[in-house]
């Protein structure tokens, strides 16, 4: 009987939220723009300016915003309609793009490849990426990290089949990779700086002459068409945060740094990484993105061929 009252009040308080939210759009609360962010970037330091919610309010918007541990998932809610706007690293939007998912590119920083890095413990027998062939790799399915483990194997003759992938999410990849349960872990910044403070993580490779290490920003396409001001609204106040940060990069530190849970000096060095600028995408950008896309679909990870263009059209700059 308790069980059966437990399981009524429930239903009963379920549905009071449920009205509530429906009264709520009825009365003009549907005007919102929702961002999904991540640990750490120019998205992090807006939400923490706190800039944008009294420029988008004049136009009636309000804005919520909601933390994802990875990329992958971040386009997942972008997906399904959860989120309106977000960014991520190269490979997220192009398994999202193969799923289908309605993204639209609208936005890109330059290249930043120091900002992610195939890591070793400091102890490892391991010396160079070609000593991965036959070792257990830790890394985010679908993140930016996948490309550059792709690319950097095949500079270095070994075969993706060669190694063996462990799929984790950052904070149990640096679980595994501490107690000794793989052999190697690639990661991005802040992630990568923590390890390499923490742990004294040696660098087999970063990015720097493999991969660019793009960052990218998405629209839902349904919230692009339907609402271009605004987006341009947070690309403007994008660019703006960014003008700061690389002018002064130990402010944009010590104000990071308790938001994350990592120390300033760590997140300093991440930051000097890190690449500035917000800008529309170009051709040459669009064509990189490709090169990706196109690796993927040889390796079989994506399950079919894709154009970029598709969803980048109307945001290119020569």
């Given at each position: 009987m308790r069980r059966i009252i437990q399981r009524l009040i429930a239903t009963i308080v379920l549905s009071i939220g449920i009205v509530a939210a429906a009264v709520g759009t009825s009365y003009g609360?549907?005007?919102?723009?929702?961002?999904?962010?991540?640990?750490?970037?120019?998205?992090?330091?807006?939400?923490?300016?706190?800039?944008?919610?009294?420029?988008?309010?004049?136009?009636?918007?309000?804005v919520v915003w909601t933390e994802f541990p990875s990329g992958p998932p971040l386009l997942e809610a972008l997906n399904v309609g959860a989120i309106d706007f977000g960014n991520t690293g190269e490979a997220p939007p192009i398994f999202a793009q193969?799923?289908?998912?309605?993204?639209?590119?609208?936005?890109?920083?330059?290249?930043?490849?120091?900002?992610?890095?195939?890591?070793?413990?400091?102890?490892?027998?391991?010396k160079s990426v070609a000593d991965l062939k036959g070792k257990k790799v830790a890394l985010n399915k679908g993140s930016n990290v996948h490309y550059l483990l792709v690319k950097a194997l095949e500079k270095a003759g070994v075969k993706y089949s060669e190694i063996e992938p462990v799929f984790l999410a950052p904070a149990d990849a640096r679980a595994a990779f501490e107690r000794g349960a793989v052999d190697a872990w690639v990661i991005w910044d802040p992630f990568q700086a923590a390890a390499e403070a923490a742990t004294g993580a040696r660098t087999l490779a970063d990015g720097t002459d493999t991969v660019a290490n793009y960052q990218f920003y998405f629209s839902s396409k349904k919230f692009l068409d339907a609402n271009p001001k605004i987006v341009d609204a947070v690309l403007t106040e994008l660019s703006s945060v960014d003008?700061?940060?690389?002018?002064?990069?130990?402010?944009?530190?010590?104000?990071?740094?308790?938001a994350?849970?990592?120390?300033?000096?760590?997140?300093?060095?991440?930051?000097?990484?890190?690449?500035?600028?917000?800008?529309?995408?170009?051709?040459?950008?669009?064509?990189?993105?490709?090169?990706?896309?196109?690796?993927?679909f040889a390796l079989n990870l994506i399950p079919k061929s894709i154009k970029i263009s598709d969803v980048a059209g109307g945001q290119v700059h020569e």
């Amino acid at each position: 009987m308790r069980r059966i009252i437990q399981r009524l009040i429930a239903t009963i308080v379920l549905s009071i939220g449920i009205v509530a939210a429906a009264v709520g759009t009825s009365y003009g609360q549907d005007k919102v723009v929702r961002i999904g962010y991540q640990k750490y970037g120019k998205l992090v330091l807006l939400k923490s300016k706190g800039t944008l919610e009294p420029k988008l309010a004049a136009d009636g918007y309000k804005v919520v915003w909601t933390e994802f541990p990875s990329g992958p998932p971040l386009l997942e809610a972008l997906n399904v309609g959860a989120i309106d706007f977000g960014n991520t690293g190269e490979a997220p939007p192009i398994f999202a793009q193969a799923a289908g998912a309605p993204i639209q590119y609208v936005a890109y920083e330059p290249p930043a490849p120091k900002g992610e890095a195939i890591l070793v413990p400091k102890d490892s027998p391991l010396k160079s990426v070609a000593d991965l062939k036959g070792k257990k790799v830790a890394l985010n399915k679908g993140s930016n990290v996948h490309y550059l483990l792709v690319k950097a194997l095949e500079k270095a003759g070994v075969k993706y089949s060669e190694i063996e992938p462990v799929f984790l999410a950052p904070a149990d990849a640096r679980a595994a990779f501490e107690r000794g349960a793989v052999d190697a872990w690639v990661i991005w910044d802040p992630f990568q700086a923590a390890a390499e403070a923490a742990t004294g993580a040696r660098t087999l490779a970063d990015g720097t002459d493999t991969v660019a290490n793009y960052q990218f920003y998405f629209s839902s396409k349904k919230f692009l068409d339907a609402n271009p001001k605004i987006v341009d609204a947070v690309l403007t106040e994008l660019s703006s945060v960014d003008d700061w940060a690389k002018g002064d990069i130990h402010a944009v530190a010590e104000q990071l740094a308790p938001a994350i849970g990592l120390s300033v000096p760590v997140v300093e060095v991440a930051l000097k990484r890190q690449s500035y600028g917000i800008k529309p995408l170009t051709d040459a950008v669009i064509a990189d993105q490709q090169q990706v896309a196109d690796a993927f679909f040889a390796l079989n990870l994506i399950p079919k061929s894709i154009k970029i263009s598709d969803v980048a059209g109307g945001q290119v700059h020569e």
